[in-house]
């Protein structure tokens, strides 16, 4: 069974920088990328970056010098790290599969639980 | 950034009924399209994708149509497990983005 469990904090201090782990199961990320997507009520749900099967990353040119995927295959985890949050950044984090090993269609085919973000002092 | 625009904002229906969902995007997106569903307080599932093939264990009361910039979901007979939002995403080049929602609620 394909699962992705997402661990992290629920508050952040503005200015402080927001890490996430997700561990995968049932599935390999030497063969599937693995994509980040955030959810807020204001901005809805916007895409962040992902990590490929081969550890190459893309990201939203919007967060791209805040933002950072690494992963460690051998212990089935990406590591999702933003930096300088601010209130706006209050959201529900995702991590997400990619439906196929390629990245030729990045869809998501399996989402983690979330984790639930807000900024604040 | 490709805007993609859904229609309409939110519906209301009842059990058995059918009902249409559509997504805009501003440019030609041309079959790089998917639809999602999400339950409230729960992940987005994956309905279809490259616009009209279903996902796997999607009942096929789910379709999906369209090509370029119109694209539209349909939801025939109605269960009670199919209200909830549902968003489009297109996936032709970067950023990816999201349609801001269709809420289907009960009627």
């Known amino acids: 069974q394909v699962q992705l469990k997402q661990s992290g904090p629920s508050l952040v201090q503005p200015s402080q920088s927001l890490s996430i782990t997700c561990t995968v199961s049932g599935f390999s990320l030497t063969s599937y990328g693995v994509h980040w997507v955030r959810q807020s009520p204001g901005k809805g749900l916007e895409w962040l970056g992902v990590i490929w099967r081969g550890g190459s990353t893309d990201y939203n040119a919007a967060f791209m010098s805040r933002l950072s995927i690494t992963k460690d295959n051998s212990k089935s985890q990406v590591f999702f790290k933003m930096n300088s949050l601010q209130a706006d950044d209050t959201a529900i984090y995702y991590c997400a599969k990619s439906l196929y090993g390629s990245s030729l269609y990045w869809y998501f085919d399996v989402w983690g639980a979330g984790t639930t973000v807000t900024v604040s002092s | 950034d490709i805007q993609m625009t859904q229609s309409p904002a939110s519906l209301s229906a009842s059990v058995g009924e059918t009902v249409t969902i559509t997504c805009r995007a501003s440019?030609?997106?041309?079959?790089?399209l998917a639809w999602y569903q999400q339950k409230q307080g729960k992940s987005p599932q994956l309905l279809v994708y490259?616009?009209?093939t279903l996902a796997e264990g999607v009942p096929s009361r789910f379709s999906g149509s369209g090509s370029g910039t119109q694209f539209s979901l349909k939801i025939n007979s109605l269960q009670p497990e199919d209200f909830g939002s549902y968003y489009c995403?297109?996936?032709?080049?970067?950023?990816?983005?999201f349609g801001a929602g269709t809420k289907l609620e009960l009627k």
């Open positions: 440019e030609n997106i041309y079959s790089y």
């Open positions: 995403q297109h996936h032709y080049g970067t950023p990816l983005t």
């Open positions: 490259n616009a009209k």
